[in-house]
């Protein structure tokens, strides 16, 4: 490994991610940015299978990033950790666990496509995050390739202003630099593995730089007083208007929009001073944030602070299993103790990696802004807060999805069901968005995902990195059921006497449909009753028994969602009512009353862009009509036909390769999450 961190100061690191839909060249990025910066000696090539961060045989074969990958790299006196994201739907957990430990990210589109449905879902992680963000629109040099249409969808489908900040020089194969419009200069990479040229704005393209140059400046000066000031005054300088676009990418009010070809290498040295000279350090974010007992601290990024790193990824190697940190506050050492303030256990760190990709180089410490790897936590889990045991610190974990589709796994021979235990439980750790259950009904184990491919390539792992033979049956989705016409007046009376207290509890519940879904949660429970009839104690009681009533709804067994349930009357005794007495009566009741109420099935459904050629869309329209989508949108790009709809998810097994044969291999899609839709009847569940 080249590149190695010395004493770099806080304000010169740059902890970065690459955010894209599937194929917008994300892993290029990187790939160019190592080799330009020196840390590698030869640029790697995603269709070669020769890249340093898509390092996994499953990501070669398949051509896409599957897991996060951590490199480093020093450009301009900075230091520059950078995390490699997956672009597809199914791995977007791995995408939030990142976001969750990084001060910003440089987000990489399409210059033919635009924004794609992947890349406006990690643009709305990341803004969950509050993650600045630059953006570099890629493969300028394609047949089709168009900037302001690529930044039109920016503005419109992101709901953000971009900041386009330079101008291409060419178009398509013509393709050979851009005008800087910040500083009033063209970078020319005429030939592709040349270096960067610098020279004038050619005379052809002076008078668009500068009307482009000037809707910049009132762009920005609309966001910024400095630049408004000097925008009203006549033009804004250079120096002000980097400020003023540092200022505004860092509270998020704009974006910066670069564009160029990182497969042609043209556009990655610009790309690089506008991360460090926009992008935040870990000095320019706000302290983090977490809770001790009952009380909120705050830790900066301060070297001598204690100690607190946050784990978002464990990756068990052939060397040993190694635990990926953030490092907020503090500093660690080889040989330091350190506490999981969540699990409340004490483990020592024994070696800490800088990592690249999956190349190691042993330091000595870790401080605040770093990210590396330590080898000798053996139980933490992604979430999980490492801080000093003197001053205990537990920081807010990065959300995971629910899975939502399922199937069954067994091993081929009946002697190696332990070992398929242990592996699962390993992928399970490795990977949160991964669940692991036995069916009580059938006894099989049940691994769940966020999609099909997401199991293709967990079953895939159990093979080759466990060398277990499975079988794995049809993948099954999640379904739910909710209220559709609840019941009033439902009463249940739960009374036990068996010697000793008894157990006593009545109550009176309204079942209803709750507006939307009710949201994550999908319950919501009131009390109305008055005079004291059911104390507060006593209605939290059944409160928490009515959420246990919604695991297993009355239709197939599934979760309930999407109901309101109001205690409106209810009686206690003066010896045998207890909170316990209350819980199992709101549970049974609630359970009865479902049974009253009519009740749906709730199926998932995704939003699927399918894009093919134009003498295939009726073929195509046609096949998803026969799997119940829905068809939204329908619109002609260069050629291409390009076909947005909402489909059932269990309709949706095995549409890959039926696509390819539809549209004899020209043919792709893309799919992510939309929520439930209620099913109709006959849809088998079970």
């Known amino acids: ?144 390739a168009d900037l302001d249409s690529a930044v039109d969808s920016i503005r419109t489908r992101l709901g953000t202003v971009p900041l386009v900040v330079q101008l291409p020089v060419g178009r398509e194969d013509g393709f050979t630099g851009v005008v800087d419009l910040v500083r009033m200069r063209a970078l020319l990479w005429p030939d592709g593995d040349g270096a960067l040229q610098e020279g004038p704005v050619p005379d052809e393209l002076l008078a668009e730089a500068r009307r482009r140059r000037r809707a910049l400046e009132e762009t920005v000066a609309e966001l910024h007083p400095a630049a ?49 000279a926009y992008l935040p350090s870990p000095l320019d974010v706000p302290p983090v944030r977490g809770t001790h007992g009952d009380e909120e601290w705050e830790r900066a990024a301060d070297p001598e602070a204690p100690f607190a790193a946050l784990v978002f990824k464990v990756h068990a190697a052939p060397t040993g299993r190694l635990t990926f940190l953030r490092v907020y506050a503090g500093t660690v050492g080889k040989g330091t103790a350190v506490l999981d303030a969540g699990a409340g256990r004490t483990e020592r760190i024994a070696r800490i990696l800088r990592v690249q990709a999956d190349r190691h180089q042993e330091v000595e410490r870790a401080v605040a802004g770093d990210i590396v790897a330590v080898v000798g936590v053996k139980a933490a889990r992604p979430g999980a807060t ?28 009946s002697t190696e069901t332990g070992r398929l235990a242990t592996a699962l439980a390993r992928l399970a750790e490795e990977d949160p968005s991964l669940t692991v259950r036995t069916d009580g009904e059938t006894g099989q184990t049940v691994l769940s995902g966020m999609g099909e491919l997401h199991l293709e390539v967990a079953a895939e792992q159990l093979r080759r990195d466990h060398g277990l033979e499975v079988s794995v049956g049809r993948p099954r989705v999640a379904y739910r059921e909710t209220v559709v016409r609840g019941v009033t007046g439902h009463v249940h009376r739960h009374v036990k006497q068996d010697g000793g207290a008894g157990q006593f509890a009545h109550v009176v519940l309204d079942v209803e449909p709750l507006e939307d879904g009710g949201g994550e949660e999908g319950f919501a429970f009131v ?48 010896k045998d009512s207890s909170e316990m007495a209350f819980r199992v009566a ?20 995704a939003e ?79």
């Open 228 to 276: 408004l000031e000097e925008f009203c005054a006549g033009e804004v300088s250079a120096v002000t208007l980097t400020a003023a676009l540092r200022d505004v990418t860092r509270t998020g009010e704009g974006v910066v929009v670069l564009c160029g070809s990182a497969y042609r290498n043209r556009g990655v040295e610009p790309l690089l001073d506008a991360a460090v």
């Open 608 to 686: 699927v862009t399918v894009t093919v050629p134009e003498d295939a869309v009726g073929a195509v329209l046609g096949d998803l009509a026969a799997r119940r989508g829905r068809v939204s949108d329908s619109t002609v790009r260069g050629g291409t036909s390009v076909v947005t709809a909402t489909v059932p998810l269990a309709e949706l097994f095995g549409y890959a390769s039926r696509l390819r044969g539809r549209t004899r291999g020209r043919g792709t899609f893309t799919s992510r999450p939309a929520g439930y839709a209620q099913a109709p009847e006959g849809v088998l569940t079970r």
């Open 527 to 574: 009390s109305t009753v008055v005079g004291g009839r059911v104390p507060a104690e006593y209605a939290r009681a059944v409160a928490a028994g009515c959420r246990d009533a919604l695991a297993e709804g009355p239709l197939g067994g599934h979760p309930v969602t999407g109901v309101r349930v109001t205690l409106t009357d209810g009686a206690t005794h003066s």
């Open 1 to 144: 490994m080249r590149a190695v961190r010395t004493a770099t100061a806080l304000s010169r690191v740059r902890n970065l991610g690459i955010l894209a839909h599937v194929d917008a060249g994300k892993t290029t990025v990187t790939e160019r940015i190592l080799h330009l910066t020196g840390a590698t000696h030869r640029r790697g090539e995603v269709h070669d299978g020769t890249t340093v961060t898509d390092f996994d045989a499953q990501e070669r074969e398949r051509g896409i990033t599957i897991f996060a990958a951590a490199v480093s790299c020093a450009w301009d006196g900075h230091w520059i950790n950078v995390i490699d994201t997956p672009g597809h739907v199914d791995f977007a957990d791995e995408v939030e666990r990142s976001l969750r430990v990084l001060d910003g990210a440089v987000a990489v589109f399409d210059a033919v496509a635009g924004v794609e449905p992947q890349s406006e879902s990690v643009w709305r992680q990341a803004d969950r995050y509050g993650v600045p963000r630059i953006a570099f629109v890629n493969k300028l040099d394609r047949a089709g």
């Open 586 to 605: 709101g549970r049974n009741a609630l359970r009865e009353a479902l049974r009253a109420c009519a009740v749906a099935l709730l199926e998932p459904v």
């Open 386 to 413: 490492l801080c000093a045991p003197e001053a205990p610190l537990v920081l807010e974990p990065p959300s995971s999805a629910a899975p939502v589709v399922s199937v069954a796994v067994e091993a081929a021979r």
